[in-house]
C-alpha cells in the first residue's frame, strides 16, 4: 500500500531530482523536495543520547548510560522505556534519524569503542539491541543499526579489511542485524571497513542477506564519508550517501545514470526507500499524513528512569563477607577515594558524545545519600590523565562580559572580529562561522587556584598559536594525517607550554586556530594546574582510608583509552590506580572499589578486596544510582554482557590490511570454555544482594524449557537465569556452548518461583557454507541453566526442533 502511494511520487521526479535525494544536503540534513511535499530529515548521533545538530554544549541532552550499562541489565523493558525517553529527545531537537544503536561485537576486550556496544554474545547483542529500536521507534522516530558489519575494532576502520568465514560472519556478526531487522528497524547504516575484500558501502551483503532474504525495506545509509565510489556504490544496496554534499554521488551519479553505467531503476529503489523512511518520520506530506510530531519536552520522571537505569547496569563482581550493601546508620566517616569519584567519566569519547545539562557524580550521590547521617571525606588519590582539560565555566570567564565561559571571536582575513559569542566551555568542536570567517579565536581570563607551573594548551589542526597576558608562546603549524572523521573533528592533537603562575589575579589566554581548508572542527584552549605528587597524594588516600569505617574506591579509564577512532594497547588502568586500591585496601579491610570504565580493564587487585562494583559509564545520575546500590536501595541488577579478564585473546590490529578473524565462532566465553585457564570474570556473571537455589529443569519440547530456583538469602531480589546449548558430538563446527535464552526470576527470601524460556529453532541451527543456508543437525542436544556461563548447575537432553 505504502509502495502505491510512493510510486507516483517518484515518477513525478526528473532525472537530476532523484539523484539529488541521495546524498545529504549538509552535514547532518538530507535534501528536501518540495514539488512532491518532502522536507528534510535531520539526523543525530546517539546512542547515550540525542545531541542534535552538531557540538554545543549550550544544546544539553539527557545522558543515558552506556550500552555496555544497558545491556548489563538484561532488561528489555527497560530498555524500551529509554529508547522512547530518546525518541522523546529527538522530537524536542527536531531529529527524525537517530544514528543509534550499535550493533557490533565485543570480539576482542581491546575494542576502543566497546561502550557504544553491547556484549560479546549476538544474542543478548540482538535482544537489546532490538529492545533499543522498538523504543525509539515508538515515538515515530527511526533508529538505525550500525555498522553494516564486521566494524568490531577502530585500527584503520576506514580502511581495514576484516576476513570472516561464512558461518562466522552469519551466526556471530550478521545476527544482531537481522534481530534488527525482524524489529523492524526503518535505517541501517553500512560500515567503513571492507568485509571479505569489498568495502562495505558496495558489497552484496547489503543485498543478500539484508534486502533479500530478511526483507528490509528500509534506507540503507552511509557511515559519515563512507561512500568513496560512484558505479560501485550505486549499483549495491547502498541508498543514502552522508554527509552532503557527497562528490562520489551528486554530479558523479547523475553522469553515471545518464551513460548507462548504473540503470535509472537502481536510483529509483533507493528514491523510493527514502520516502518511505520520510513517510514513517513525518517527513512527507501525504493525505491522512501529520505535518509533524508535537515537540516534546523533560518530563519529571526522565531523571529517575536515567536514575534507575544506572543500578540496573551495575554489575557487582564481589561481595565477600556481604559488605553491600552499605548499613548507612552505622557509619561515622566515610573515605571516598580516586580522581573518578569526583568526576567521574558518564559517556566514552568521540561522535557519541553529548552535553548534559547537570551530572551527578558518585561523591556527589554519597554525599546527598548520607546527608545528616554520617561524614564524608574526599581525596584524589592522583591524577590519571596526560590530555590537556578544556577550560569551563568553574576556572574560566569571558573577558568582555564577566560571565563563566569563555569568549569565541571569528576573524576575517584582516583579523577584522565578523562574530562573537560567548560559549560555556574551551573546547570548541563547531564554532558559527560567518562566510568571511579566516580564523576562529578563543579567549578566557583565568584565575590560578593554586601557584606554580601550570600547563596551558591549545589542540587544532592547521595553523595554532596560544598567547599568555599577551605573549607569544605557541605558534605552529599543525599539519593533518588522518582521514579519519572522530580524529578530525574531535580529537585533534594539542600544543602544550609549562608557565608559571602565581595565585590572586587573573591571567589572559588568547587562542587562535586559522580556518584553513580540510583542518576540521576543533579548536581547543585548555589548562592545568600544577600536577599532583602520586606519593604524596597515595599516602594521604590511605590515610583518609585507615581512619575511616569505610573506604569506598573509583577507578576507571580515561579519554586517551577508551574513544572511538583509536583501540586500546592493553586493558591496565592508567596512572597508579592499582597502586592506589592495594594501598587503600591494606589501610582498610572494608574496601569497595568502583570499576568506571565502558569495557574490560586488568585488575591485579581484584582478589583483594572485598567488594568489587563495575559502573560502566554510568550517564548524567551516575552518582544518585551508584548511591541507590551501595547503601541498599536499589539492588545491582547487572550481569557481565562481556568476559572479563586481565588480557585480550583476539587481536585488533590488520596485517598488510587485513584484520583476519581467525578464532572464528570463538569469542568471549566461547572462546575460554576451550582454554585450560579460566578468566576472571565470566559472561553473564553479576551477584545481587541475596542468593538462588538452581532446583529443576525440564524441556516440554525443544523450544520450551522450565526452570525452578529458589531465593535463599535474607532479601527480596531478581536473578537473570540464563540458558545454554551444547552439541555433545557434533559434526560441524561449534563453540562448546552458546547463549540460546534467558529470562528473569523474582522471588522473596524463601520463596520458590519457575520460569519458562522460550527458545527459537535459529538456537539450534548451524549456518552451512556448503548449502548457503541454516541448516538443523539432527539428533541430541544438551540445554544447561544457571547464572553465568560457566556456573551451570542444571542440565537435560532434547532433541532437535
Known sequence: ??????????????????????????????????????????????????????????????????????????????????GALLAAEARRKGVRVLLAPNLNLHRSALGGRHFECFSEDP???????????RGVQSGGVAATAKHFTANDSETDRMTVDARVDAQTLHELYLAPFEAAIEAGVWVV?????????????????????LKSPWGFDGVVISDWGGVRSTVPSALAAQDLAMPGPNPCWGDALLAAVESGEVPESAVDDKVRRILRLAMRVGALDLEEQQDDVTPASHESGDTALLRQAVAAGCVLLRNEGGLLP???????????????????????????????????????????????????????????????????????????????????????????????????????????????????????????????????????????????????????????????????????????????????????????????????????????????????????AAELARNSDVAIVVVGTTEEIESEGRDRTGLDLPGRQNDLVAAVAAANPRTVVLVNSGGPIAMPWHTRVPALLLTWFPGQQAG?????????????????????HETAIAATTPVAGVLDYAEGLHIGYRAWAQRADSPAYWFGHGLGYTTWSYEAI??????????????????????????????????????????????????????????????????????SPAHASWQTEPGSFTLSAGPNANALPLATATEAP
Open 326 to 540: 552499605l548499613d548507612a546508620r552505622k557509619l561515622g566517616r566515610v573515605a571516598v577515594i580516586g580522581p573518578n569519584a569526583a568526576v567521574a567519566r558518564i559517556q566514552g569519547g568521540g561522535s557519541a558524545g553529548v552535553y548534559p545539562e547537570s551530572v551527578v557524580s558518585p561523591l556527589d550521590g554519597i554525599r546527598v545519600a548520607l546527608s545528616g547521617v554520617a561524614e564524608v571525606a574526599y581525596a584524589p588519590g592522583m591524577a590519571t590523565s596526560d590530555l590537556p582539560t578544556p577550560l569551563e565555566a568553574a576556572n574560566a570567564r569571558d573577558p568582555r562580559t564577566g560571565e563563566p565561559g569563555v569568549l569565541v571571536r571569528i576573524l576575517d582575513a584582516d583579523e577584522r572580529e565578523v562574530h562573537a559569542e560567548h560559549r560555556l566551555t574551551g573546547r570548541l568542536l563547531e564554532p558559527t562561522l560567518a562566510e568571511a570567517a579566516a580564523t576562529v579565536e578563543v579567549r578566557a581570563l583565568l584565575r590560578p587556584g593554586v601557584a606554580g607551573e601550570w600547563r596551558l594548551a591549545i589542540a587544532g589542526w592547521g595553523r595554532v598559536s596560544l598567547e599568555v597576558d599577551g605573549t607569544l608562546l605557541l605558534d605552529e603549524e599543525i599539519p593533518r594525517n588522518t582521514d579519519d572523521p572522530a580524529t578530525v573533528h574531535l580529537h585533534p592533537p594539542f600544543r602544550t607550554v609549562s608557565v608559571p603562575l602565581g595565585t590572586g589575579a587573573d591571567v589572559e589566554l588568547v587562542a587562535r586556530r586559522e580556518l584553513a581548508h580540510d583542518t576540521g572542527r576543533a579548536t581547543v584552549l585548555a589548562a592545568d594546574p600544577p600536577r599532583l605528587d602520586d606519593d604524596r597524594e597515595l599516602a594521604a
Open 624 to 644: 544518585h544510582g551508584l548511591a541507590d546500590v551501595l547503601f541498599g536501595a536499589a539492588e545491582p541488577g547487572g550481569r557481565l554482557p562481556t568476559t572479563w
Open 189 to 209: 547504516m553500512s560500515a567503513y571497513n571492507a568485509v571479505n575484500g569489498t568495502t562495505m558501502s558496495e558489497n552484496t551483503l547489503l543485498t543478500d542477506p
Open 698 to 767: 525440564s524441556a516440554d519440547d525443544p523450544l520450551t524449557v522450565r526452570v525452578r530456583l529458589r531465593n535463599t538469602g535474607p532479601r527480596p531480589g531478581r536473578e537473570v537465569v540464563q540458558l545454554y546449548l551444547s552439541r555433545p558430538h557434533t559434526t560441524v563446527p561449534r563453540p562448546h556452548h552458546w547463549l540460546a535464552a534467558y529470562t528473569t526470576a523474582t522471588a522473596n527470601p524463601g520463596e520458590s518461583t519457575e520460569v519458562t524460556l522460550h527458545l527459537t529453532a535459529r538456537a539450534y541451527q548451524h549456518w
Open 123 to 133: 544474542l543478548l547483542t540482538g535482544r537489546i539491541g532490538a529492545a533499543y529500536i
Open 1 to 82: 500500500m505504502i509502495d502505491d502511494e510512493l510510486d507516483p511520487l517518484v515518477e513525478k521526479l526528473d532525472l537530476a531530482q532523484k539523484v539529488r535525494l541521495l546524498a545529504g544536503a549538509t552535514v547532518w540534513r538530507t535534501h528536501a523536495e518540495p514539488a512532491i511535499g518532502l522536507r528534510e530529515m535531520l539526523t543525530s548521533d546517539g546512542p547515550v543520547g540525542v545531541r542534535g545538530e552538531g557540538w554545543d554544549e549550550r544544546h544539553t541532552s539527557l545522558t543515558l548510560p552506556s550500552p555496555t550499562g544497558l545491556a548489563a541489565s538484561w532488561d528489555e523493558e527497560l530498555v524500551e522505556r529509554l
